[in-house]
C-alpha cells in the first residue's frame, strides 16, 4: 500500500513495463543515494535510467509519485528482511539478541544510502511522515513476533508497547549514528546495544524470566 495521499501512478502490466520502471526507481535511488532528494528530478531521472521522460510520465506523473514508490519499495524490502528476523529467531538460539537486531537494522541503513537518503532528509512530505510511521509499526511487529519466538515475552499488550518502544529508540540511534559516519558510528551503535539491552533485562524481569548468557 503506498503512502496515504501520494500521487496516483500507472501500475505495469507487462514485463517490459515492469522492468522500465524498475530502472526508473534504481535511477533515482542512486541519485537520492548520490546527491540528496533535491538531485530528483523527472529529467534528471529518465537520463540516468536511459529513457525518455515522455516514457517515465507513462508510469509517473510527478517526482512525488516517484518517491513514494521508492518508499514503498524500501519499506517492503525492509518487511522481509524482518520477516526472514523472525524465522531467525524461531529456528535458532540468540547468544545475543539485542546485539543481532540492532545489526539487522544497521546492516540495511549502511547497504542502503537511497534508504538513508530518503528518510534522513530534511524535507520529508506529510506523505512520507505517514509512511515512516506505517514502517515503524510494521517493524514493531515483527520485533515483538521475534521477542515471542525467543521466549523473552507473552503475547499481549505489554508486549506491543515494549516492542514500539525499542524501534522508535533504536532507529532514534541508528539515525545519529549514520549522520555521523556513513558506516554508521561505531561508539554509538554499542552504545545503542548497551541501553537497549538494559531495557531487554527489564523486560525479562517483568516475564519472570532470566536472560542470562545473552550478552
Not at 499481549?156 to 532514534?172: F, K, L, P, Q
Request: glycine residues 8%; charged residues 30%; contains cysteine.
Amino acid at each position: 500500500m503506498p503512502p496515504a495521499g501520494a500521487t496516483t501512478r500507472r501500475i505495469p502490466r507487462q514485463r517490459r513495463s515492469r522492468e522500465r520502471v524498475e530502472r526508473a526507481l534504481d535511477a533515482a535511488d542512486r541519485l537520492l543515494a548520490a546527491e540528496g532528494a533535491d538531485a530528483l528530478s523527472t529529467t534528471r531521472i529518465a537520463r540516468a535510467a536511459g529513457m525518455s521522460v515522455g516514457s517515465l510520465y507513462q508510469y509517473f506523473p510527478d517526482t512525488g509519485a516517484i518517491v513514494a514508490a521508492l518508499a514503498e519499495r524500501h519499506m517492503d524490502a525492509f518487511a522481509e528482511l524482518m520477516e526472514q528476523t523472525v524465522e531467525r529467531a524461531a529456528g535458532e538460539p540468540w547468544e545475543d539478541p539485542v546485539g543481532a537486531l540492532v545489526d539487522v537494522f544497521a546492516g540495511r541503513y549502511r547497504d542502503e544510502p537511497g534508504y538513508r537518503a530518503l528518510w534522513f532528509g530534511r524535507h520529508l512530505t506529510p506523505e512520507l511522515r505517514e509512511a515512516d510511521r506505517r514502517n515503524k509499526l510494521a517493524l514493531a511487529d515483527g520485533l515483538r513476533r521475534a521477542a515471542l519466538e525467543l521466549g523473552l515475552a507473552r503475547d499481549d499488550e505489554r508486549a506491543v508497547t515494549i516492542s514500539h518502544a525499542a524501534v522508535h529508540a533504536c532507529d532514534a540511534l541508528l539515525q545519529e549514528a549514520f549522520r555521523r559516519h556513513p558506516d554508521g558510528d561505531a561508539a554509538l551503535l554499542e552504545e545503542a546495544k548497551t541501553m537497549l539491552r538494559g531495557y531487554l533485562d527489564r523486560v525479562a524481569a517483568h516475564y519472570g524470566h532470566r536472560r542470562g548468557g545473552t550478552r
